[in-house]
C-alpha cells in the first residue's frame, strides 16, 4: 500500500489549525477526524508527528472553551526545543501555556508564555500575534491583574477586528474585557461588551456561546447584587440539556446556590446544593466540592462545625492555589459572621482573604 506523503497530512494539518484558530468547533471536529486514519498511513516524519500532538492539544483546549469538554490527563508534549521549525516551537510554549491555564497553574503557564512570546518575534502571521495577547490577557484575568490584562486583550481585539473570518475570537475578547471591568466595578462597560458579544454569537448561530454569554450575564449581575436576575440567567443555562452536561456546569450551580442563599432561598440552594454533590461524585472534583461546602457550611450550617468546615475547605483551595476563590468565599465567609456579630470568627476569615490576596500578587509577572 502507498504511503501518504507527509507534506499531504500537513498540508491537511494546517487546515485543521485554521479551524482552530476561528473557534470554527464543527469544522475542527470534522478535520480531527479526517486526520486520524491519515496519520496511520503517513510516510514517517517526525515534525509533523509533533505538529499533529500540538494541534490535538490545541484542539481539545478549544473544544474546552466552546463546548465544556473536560480535558481528561494530558501526556507529556515533545519539547519544543526539539522541533526543527520556529512555529512548532512557538506551538509548544504556547500551547503548554494554555494547558497550564486549564489546571489552574499560573506559575506555570507564565513560564511557558515567557518563552513564547520570545520566539513571537520570528512569526510573521498577525493572527497568531492576537491569539498570543488573547491567552496573555485571560491568564492575567484569573490573577486579578486588570490592568495589565485590558492591555494584552486590547491588543488582541483591534487585530480579530480586522479579519471577518474571526468574529468568534473577538467574543473570546469581549468576554475578557467584561470580565475585568466587572472586578473593576465598572458595570456599564462589562454590560457593553457582553451585549456586544451575545450579539455576535447570536449572529453566528453558535447557541452554546451564547449560552456562556448567560452564564457571564449571571456573572456580571451577582457582581453588582442583583442576586434575583443573576438566578434568572443561571435558570437559563442550567436548563439548557448541552450546557447542563459540560463542565461549565459546575461553575453555574457555584454560583445558583451562592446568589440563592444572599437572598434567603435556603431550600432551592440546599436543592442545588445537594444536585452538584451528586454529580461530582466520582470525578475528582476537589475544588468544586470544597467551594460549594464552604457556601453550605456558611448558610445552612451551625456552631463549631460549620467553622472548621469552612476552614477545612479554605484550607483545600488554599493548597490547589485557588486563590481568587480563598479571596472571594472567605469574604463572602467573613461578612456572613459580621452580621451574626461573631466578630472573632469574621476577623479569622478576613485574614484569609487578605492571604490569598498577597499569594495571588506573589505570582511573578512576563515583564
Known amino acids: 500500500m502507498n504511503k501518504i506523503a507527509a507534506e499531504e497530512v ?8 485554521r479551524a482552530i484558530r476561528r473557534n470554527d468547533t464543527e469544522q475542527s471536529i470534522r478535520l480531527f477526524e479526517e486526520i486520524k486514519p491519515m496519520l496511520a498511513e503517513m510516510a514517517e516524519d517526525q515534525e509533523v508527528l509533533i505538529y499533529y500532538s500540538l494541534l490535538e492539544l490545541r484542539h481539545k483546549i478549544m473544544l474546552y472553551d466552546t463546548r465544556g ?10 519539547n ?44 510573521h ?17 484569573y490573577l486579578g491583574q486588570n490592568i495589565v490584562s485590558l492591555n494584552h486583550t486590547r491588543q488582541a481585539m483591534e487585530i480579530f477586528r480586522c479579519y471577518e473570518d474571526h468574529h468568534l475570537n473577538l467574543v473570546s475578547t469581549y468576554i475578557t474585557m467584561a470580565g475585568n471591568y466587572t472586578e473593576m466595578g465598572k458595570y ?44 434568572s440567567f443561571l435558570e437559563t443555562v442550567l436548563a439548557d440539556r448541552a450546557y447542563a452536561a459540560s463542565d461549565y456546569y459546575f461553575n453555574a450551580v457555584f454560583l445558583m446556590i451562592k446568589e440563592l442563599f444572599k437572598i434567603g432561598e435556603h431550600d432551592r440552594a440546599v436543592a442545588f446544593y445537594e444536585e452538584g454533590k451528586e454529580r461530582s461524585k466520582g470525578m475528582q472534583n476537589d475544588i468544586f466540592d470544597a467551594k ?14 460549620a467553622i472548621d468546615d469552612c476552614k477545612n475547605c479554605l484550607e483545600v483551595l488554599f493548597k490547589s492555589k485557588q486563590y481568587d476563590s480563598v479571596r472571594e468565599l472567605s469574604l ?22 487578605i492571604k490569598a490576596e498577597e499569594e495571588m500578587k506573589k505570582v511573578e509577572g512576563m515583564s
Not at 492576537?130 to 492575567?140: E, I, R, S, T, W
Open 69 to 78: 469538554e473536560k480535558i481528561e490527563q494530558q501526556e507529556d508534549l515533545t
Open 188 to 231: 456599564k462597560e462589562a454590560e457593553e461588551y457582553l451585549t456586544e458579544a451575545i450579539n455576535t454569537a447570536r449572529a453566528a448561530g453558535d447557541h452554546f456561546k451564547e449560552m456562556q454569554l448567560l452564564h457571564n450575564f449571571g456573572l456580571l449581575y451577582a457582581a453588582m447584587d442583583q442576586s434575583e436576575k443573576s438566578i
Open 332 to 353: 463572602l465567609t467573613a461578612n456572613v459572621y459580621r452580621q451574626k456579630s461573631l466578630y472573632k470568627e469574621a476577623a479569622y476569615f478576613f485574614l484569609e482573604a
Open 292 to 305: 460549594i461546602d464552604i457556601l453550605y457550611a456558611t448558610y445552612a450550617g451551625g456552631g463549631e462545625k
Open 10 to 17: 500537513a498540508n491537511t494539518l494546517n487546515s485543521w489549525y
Open 125 to 141: 502571521d498577525q493572527i497568531e500575534v492576537a491569539q498570543f495577547h488573547d491567552k496573555v490577557g485571560k491568564l492575567y484575568y
Open 80 to 123: 519544543g526545543d526539539s522541533a526543527a521549525s520556529h512555529m512548532t516551537s512557538y506551538y509548544y510554549y504556547l500551547f503548554s501555556g494554555a494547558y497550564e491555564v486549564y489546571k489552574k497553574n499560573y506559575e506555570e503557564a507564565i513560564s511557558f508564555y515567557k518563552i513564547a512570546e520570545k520566539k513571537l518575534a520570528n512569526v
